[in-house]
């Protein structure tokens, strides 16, 4: 009898209708994270105590949805494919949460703002999740070229940095000037119906141009228990994982703090720290087609053990600034190395992804990358540590009880803490092996090995 003959490949996705998929999946989760607390403890009058009690839900249930939501995408079957689908549903949902969580009435207070504060932020949380763990699996399923998934991951991270600096400053302006005062909440509301509305149109533009390879959804439903049980047994996920969140956290706490660095440690009015901020984040966007050849001549790995010395050498460079000016410099070096950061480290993950697909006969990239996210989790634990040992060494507790020396204070939180996480990235990044690039054909799904021992995939070994 003759055999069926193969399904084509699908067509390639250029990349930046891939990439700009990112602007849409970033602007609603900044908005949130940028706005929260000025909406709702400072404007609306919610407690510090029960905002935090919300926070500690969330990030459990954040925890545990992220796998759940990847699982089931990995699960998916469909003539529509195993993301666009979740793409589709996520989109909507997460624009009309986002909506309603700066919609909350001004009259409510008490239990009543708590509730309507907890379900919004949980909600949003949720479909932010489902969203990232799609649109990331779709990464390396549309690019299996080294070359290619590079330049369209640079792509999607300056989508993310535009995203980045419309939260930082042009969403204050819409919702305390354009569209509402500084004590009003009916700005927030409009320029949350307005980012929606583009998140939307944008995720909903990318999904539908996304041409995922429907010989990756052509295997069994893999199981969540042994699945997760396969990837924790992985020694690439717990050394890629952790060193990769020292990078991770290290930016965690320069979003955080950078506004109180400029204030304490520069002397300068806060306002200021959107030209620092304006400078890493120009100096990241323009770095990134520098690095992505870099990535093409040298490799991933090389360029990623590059990138995270020259991030830990801005942090020290920051540390010795004295003004504005000193710490724009410092600032250059900083959004380089963010830049070669932004640029590499989505593509070590994606090599660990690829060698799992090789090594399993499965493509469960939305379940692997959101067990990564768990250590995105460790961010929050982080700032928490790093603001409280500066109650305990420097005496800085608030704003009203700043101690005795607030600006050195913060020197240690903005660049000595940062600077020790990444050069013990740096350092780690040294010894770490990731498979080699997978040839595309390799890539493609094929049947099941018999049982028995599975050869581990060949890796590329420190030069």
């Known amino acids: 009898m003759s055999q069926p003959a193969p399904a084509a490949a699908p067509a390639r996705t250029p990349a930046w209708r891939y990439a700009v998929g990112m602007f849409g999946t970033s602007i609603p989760i900044n908005m949130i994270k940028g706005s929260t607390i000025l909406f ?3 404007i609306l009058g919610l407690d510090v105590r029960a905002y935090g009690a919300v926070m500690v839900i969330y990030a459990i249930i954040d925890a545990i949805d992220n796998p ?3 699982h089931l995408s990995d699960r998916t079957r469909s003539r529509f494919g195993r993301r666009r689908p979740w ?3 996520g989109a909507p949902m997460l624009a009309a949460c986002m909506i309603g969580f700066f919609s909350a009435p001004a009259s409510l207070d008490g239990l009543g703002l708590l509730l309507w504060f907890a379900v919004f932020a949980i909600l949003c949380e949720a479909f932010d999740s489902m969203l990232n763990a799609n649109y990331g699996a779709l990464l390396p399923e549309l690019y299996p070229r080294e070359r290619d998934r590079a330049v369209a991951n640079a792509l999607r991270q300056g989508f993310q940095l535009v995203a980045l600096v419309i939260s930082l400053a042009v969403t204050p302006l819409l919702t305390t000037e354009v569209f509402g005062t500084e004590r009003s909440t009916q700005g927030f509301q409009i320029t949350a119906i307005i980012y929606g509305v583009i998140a939307f149109a944008v995720i909903a533009f990318m999904a539908l141009s996304a ?10 439903r893999p199981l969540l228990l042994p699945s997760l049980w396969s990837i924790v047994r992985n020694r690439m996920f717990w050394t890629v994982g952790l060193t990769g969140a020292c990078y991770g956290m290290a930016m965690a706490l320069v979003l955080a703090g950078i506004q109180l660095y400029v204030r304490y440690s520069l002397g300068l009015h806060v306002a200021n720290a959107l030209y620092l ?3 890493v984040i120009l100096v990241s966007a323009a770095g990134l087609a520098v690095w992505t050849r870099v990535v093409a001549r040298r490799g991933a790995l090389w360029t990623w053990r590059l990138a995270f010395a020259v991030l830990a050498a801005g942090f020290a460079a920051l540390f010795f600034a004295t003004g504005l000016g000193t710490a724009i410099a410092a600032g250059v070096l900083l959004g380089a190395g963010w830049s070669g950061m932004l640029a590499t480290n989505d593509l070590i993950v994606a090599r660990v992804l690829d060698a799992d697909a090789a090594r399993n006969g499965e493509h469960r990239e939305g379940l692997f990358l959101s067990a990564f996210g768990f250590f995105t989790r460790l961010n929050g634990v982080v700032i928490g540590l790093a603001l409280t040992s500066l109650g305990v060494f420097f005496g800085y507790n608030s704003g009203t009880d700043p101690g005795g020396d607030p600006g050195l204070a913060f020197r240690m939180y903005l660049c000595v803490y940062p600077f ?5 990235g740096a350092v780690a990044a040294r010894f770490i092996s990731v498979p080699i690039e997978t040839p595309p054909d390799a890539a493609e799904p094929v049947e099941p090995p018999p049982p028995g021992p599975v050869d581990a995939p060949a890796a590329e070994r420190p030069r």
């Open 40 to 42: 709702y403890v400072d």
């Open 68 to 70: 759940v939501l990847g």
């Open 87 to 89: 793409l589709l549903v």
């Open 211 to 220: 041409r995922e390879n429907p010989r990756y959804a052509t295997r069994e």
């Open 277 to 279: 901020q304006g400078i």
């Open 420 to 424: 020790v996480l990444t050069t013990i």
